[in-house]
């Protein structure tokens, strides 16, 4: 199974804060990474796709680099409504989807 | 548009077995896979598997293997994930979501609470 490791695990930051997440797999998965949002009581909602492509409706203070086994997610300045749980997920294995254990991102 | 309708809240004793529901609306029911997450309180999210509806291939996480079972209906456009063999440590909330192949979970459903408890 492909790992994926996520840093931090929390984040304390303020609102205009430029902040930036980390995600690691175990091997290569291509640019084969997505990155959701989650706030409490709600489903995830999907950010990023193949690494850095923007979701339509998503701001764009939102973007995604990386590719092989590293991989950022950035937020260039923090709003109120941005504070949540980020996670990372590979799709490189169509059948065997994994998830980074998220960032909680706090004020 | 597109809409992933989840069955609602279970109660289970352990070691019963239960059975969630997930109704596509809205796109091709055969031509995207449909992945199980579940996520405990206050933790993070977990893979358990996936059904293509097309054919019904299934490929569960290692974790589940033997205890979960997920199947379709296309004629209702709906998938099934059951567990077996309940414990305390199943409850969670039970997210059903649409995917492409090695494409993003783009739809999810409105997941589903399980709770677990004599």
């Known amino acids: 199974d492909i790992q994926m490791t996520q840093s931090p695990s929390s984040l304390s930051a303020s609102v205009g804060d430029r902040v930036t997440i980390t995600c690691r797999a175990s091997q290569s998965i291509a640019t084969y990474l997505n990155w959701y949002q989650q706030k409490p009581g709600k489903a995830p909602k999907l950010l990023i796709s193949?690494?850095?492509s923007l979701q339509s409706g998503v701001p764009s203070r939102f973007s995604g680099s990386g590719s092989g086994t590293d991989f950022t997610l950035t937020i260039s300045s923090l709003q109120p409504e941005d504070f949540a749980t980020y996670y990372c997920q590979q799709s490189y294995s169509s059948l065997m989807f994994t998830f980074g254990q998220g960032t909680k991102l706090e004020i | 548009q597109v809409q992933l309708v989840q069955s609602g809240a279970e109660v289970k004793k352990p070691g019963a077995s239960v059975k969630v529901s997930c109704k596509a609306s809205g796109y091709t029911f055969t031509s995207y896979y449909i992945h199980w997450v579940r996520q405990a309180p206050g933790q993070g999210l977990e893979w358990m598997g996936v059904?293509?509806?097309?054919?019904?291939?299934?490929s569960y996480a290692l974790k589940f293997q033997g205890r979960v079972t997920m199947t379709r209906d296309t004629s209702t456009s709906t998938v099934y994930m059951e567990l077996s063999s309940l414990r305390s440590k199943d409850t969670a909330v039970y997210y059903c979501a649409r995917a492409g192949y090695r494409s993003p979970l783009d739809y999810w459903g409105q997941g589903t609470p399980v709770t677990v408890s004599s």
């Open positions: 059904i293509y509806p097309s054919v019904g291939t299934t």
């Open positions: 193949a690494a850095s």
